[in-house]
Every structure is written in C-alpha cells, then in structure tokens.
C-alpha cells in the first residue's frame, strides 16, 4: 500500500492549507482513511478519519468546524482541508490507511501510513 502525501506547508495563523493522500485503494474494498499528526514533545494524535463505504467522518475535537476530511475515490486521494489554522496545528500531518476494520474512529491504530508532510503555522 502506497500512500503519498503532499500539501504541506508555512502559513500564518487562520490561513488554510489543504493537504492531499494519493492513496492505492483497491475498488472493491472498504477503508478507514485518516489523518494522523504529532507534534514535537507530544503523542500522535488522530485528527480526522473517513470511512470509504458511507463516507462517515470523525474529528478530533478541537479542529470540529476547521478541518474538513474528504475521498475521491475516482482519484484515489484523500483530503484535508484545513481552515483558521492555529500556532498548535503545527505538527507533522501522516496519511493513513487501515483495510476492511470494522472499527472507524479516532481511537483506530492504522495498518499503513505514509511518510508525513510538515505543517507549520506561525502567528
């Protein structure tokens, strides 16, 4: 499983970025795709899951609102569109893929993830 992450970047504080998943996703099956992130001196954290089937999403608490998860599947990439972004998003932002689970949420520990992409928000 390939996962490709890109998008990342600098931006001052409530600017928005979109961060993009080139993913290789099999038509047939369902996912749980994620975005994960972990910032210097802190634990992963997820941030945002989508699950293939019924396109059911989950957030973390504190970017309800501000971050939107999304899936074309025609493209095979996941999204996250980030928006208001705050100093305490800065972290790196990893892609995730986990196979036919019959669990999809926050608390998922993934199967694959990509390598990660920096996000960093200045005031």
């Known amino acids: 499983v390939q996962l490709v992450e890109s998008g990342g970047g600098s931006v001052q504080t409530g600017g928005s970025l979109r961060l993009s998943c080139a993913a290789s996703?099999?038509?047939?099956?369902?996912?749980?795709l994620g975005w994960f992130r972990q910032a210097p001196g802190k634990e992963r954290e997820a941030v945002a899951l989508i699950y293939s089937e019924d396109r059911r999403s989950y957030y973390l608490d504190s970017v309800k609102g501000r971050f939107t998860i999304s899936l074309d599947n025609a493209k095979a990439t996941l999204y996250l569109q980030m928006n208001s972004l705050k100093p305490e998003d800065t972290a790196k932002y990893y892609c995730?893929?986990?196979?036919?689970?019959?669990?999809?949420?926050?608390?998922?520990?993934?199967?694959?993830w990509g390598q990660g992409t920096q996000v960093t928000v200045s005031t």
């Open positions: 996703l099999n038509p047939g099956d369902t996912y749980c």
């Open positions: 995730t893929s986990s196979k036919d689970q019959t669990y999809c949420g926050l608390s998922l520990s993934p199967t694959y």
